[in-house]
């Protein structure tokens, strides 16, 4: 029991490009810390700059700006007495590396350089980075003069090594190293690394967590040793929400775990460990076999000790981890959807200095749910306040237009979204009273400052005008027109609103004797932009959409978890309607409803989508794995004239995507053309070649269909594929 270390590792809600906040969220991570009594502490991947930098990491001032932070990180009081692992860009031989530097009293030990890049779905870490090929291999690395002023050092080691201390080795492993099916740690563990870092830029995910903390605990659980991971921890100015959860596992147990959403800008993890642990984990025969044959690491030796190094003393026995750990916690996916986004959409609302959001609010699930979550936010800050959080009262009482000297604290959510919050029904006589009343009630129920409109006199301008111009005037189908007269008058009302939402989201401030302006709220789902369901350049065009990124399925779920979660019993009237764009006229024989009008419903949505996207199948793959999967309730002729409905819309409208909102990354089948999913957006949408090959397998195969459909559904067969 004489080896106790107490290990930090945290989250940072760190930001691309403003180093000076960076800076200060840095240093109170290292003086938490050491509060907290660790001798190493562990920040998240490139967190100096923000990993959210893009093809600013090419510009030569962004490593000049990092080297200057480091500068001041390395002549500050809190980064003395500590062993700091730090994240930043740093050009070796006019190569950009993505690098650790590890720093103790004022002197660089190591810059390790990572090996292996994130390099697909939301990461194009290899546009701007080269990875370290000389596995166990260390260069000099002369350094620049604004560091040799404050270190004395004129060169240091760089490249694939690891940190012997007195008592214990760390080693060092870059987020996507984790991922690889050969892991640094394996090596490393073998040749004596006892401590792991992880300094990660890890985005949240519906359903992802479990991943990453099961591959550290089997990581430990096989190797041995302390597995520290730290990650960001908000949105650093794009799409994704890095969602924190920073912790320590310890031979394949988690023993101390962070938040996984947060309005925190720094939160600290700690544990106390005693090593003695991890080499008696390590006492086997076969571990010990392949160690003595393992290739060794160079260590840069500091003559430091993360122990006190009195063998028989001890530190604070409450601290020490022993006995049975607490379960690792995930949120279930609805609690995810309440909180991810919420998250995000207040750091963007702080940092963009904005006022507040708006919404077009339809009566609908969707616009419905983006509402629910604006709410959720709300109910954050309330919390947050509530326990006094400076950093988030300060930016609400801004962000409210309080004055300077107010004291206003934002402890009820309801109170705080009347000021910042700005819902509005934008009704046509195609919409219905139930729509208008559902809208009322839920702006009273979340508080948010609502408008109830009538914008029949815009409608009938335009269409008035069209008829002017051309002689002829368009008429909806039911009452005798064509499908594109039909389409181009519902289009009038959705861009007409887009338009109108702008105009009160510049203006409504200054109606309420405030400055500044709001921000648009969009509030398509991930099924409805995978689909092209939506018009251009309408409510979907806004300035940011929560719920892009979100399928349909699950935003049912976190309606009905927030009904009961948020005491919100007017819920249960958006379940129980029947999705519907009002855009056409209302008849005794006719209803405008989604899933009718796209011709699959969303389940089957879902299911294309993850498809498409998650298991890369193209039409003819998708076939063969449907005729598989809902053979038994559907022919493979009905399959087939499915798949086909699905890519010839899918490729029609992909066009959409190049103007598609910025959403929050959420799912795996984000139809996102922005870089998450990068495909053509002008296709031969009829894919002749692969529909005849899919007709010709339709025609062939025999039918085994035996159940109704939703017998199947019920039982697994969509749903397992949603899952």
Known sequence: MGHLITVATCSLNQWALDFEG?????????????????????????????????DHFLEGDTGLHAWEVLADILKSDEAKGIVCDIGMPITHKNVIYNCRVVIHNGKILLIRPKMWMANDGNYRELRWFTPWAKHRQVEDHYLPRLIHAVTGQTKVPFGDAVISTVDTCIGVELCEELFTPASPHILMGLDGVEIFTNSSGSHHELRKLYRRVELMKE????????????????????????DGCAMIVVNGRVVAQGSQFSLRDVEVVTATIDIEDVRAHRATSSRSNQAAEAERYQRIEVDFSLSDGLADEIKDFSELVVGKLAEVRYHMPEEEIALGPACWLWDYLRRSRTQGYFIPLSGGIDSCATSVIVYSMCRLVAESARNGDKQVIADARRIAGEPEDSDYTPVDPRDFANRIFHTCYMGTENSSP????????????????????????????????????????????????????????QNIQARLRMVIAYLFAQLMPWVRGRQGGLLVLGSANVDESLRGYFTKYDCSSADVNPIGAISKTDLKKFIAYARDAFDLPVLTEFLEAVPTAELEPITETYVQADEADMGMTYDELSVFGRLRKVEKCGPWSMFTKLCHEWGSFLSPQQIAEKVKHFFFEYARNRHKMTTLTPSYHAEQYSPDDNRFDLRPFLYPSRFPWQFKKIDAAAARWPDRSTVRAQEAHDKHAIQENKE
């Open 219 to 242: 990581a430990t659980m096989k190797v041995g040793g302390i597995y520290l991971y730290a990650n960001q921890q908000g949105c650093d100015g794009d799409r994704l929400y890095y």
């Open 22 to 54: 960076n800076l200060q969220r840095i240093l109170e991570s290292i003086r938490i810390a050491k509060e907290q009594g660790a001798t190493l502490r562990v920040g998240p991947e490139l967190e100096i700059t923000g990993y959210g930098c893009m």
């Open 434 to 489: 139930e729509t208008r009343k559902r809208a009322k009630d839920l702006a009273n129920a979340i508080g948010s400052y609502h408008i109830d409109l009538n914008m029949d006199t815009l409608v009938t301008a335009i269409r008035d005008l069209f008829a002017y111009v051309t002689g002829v005037k368009p008429r909806f189908r039911v009452h005798g027109g064509t499908a594109a007269e039909n389409l181009a008058l």
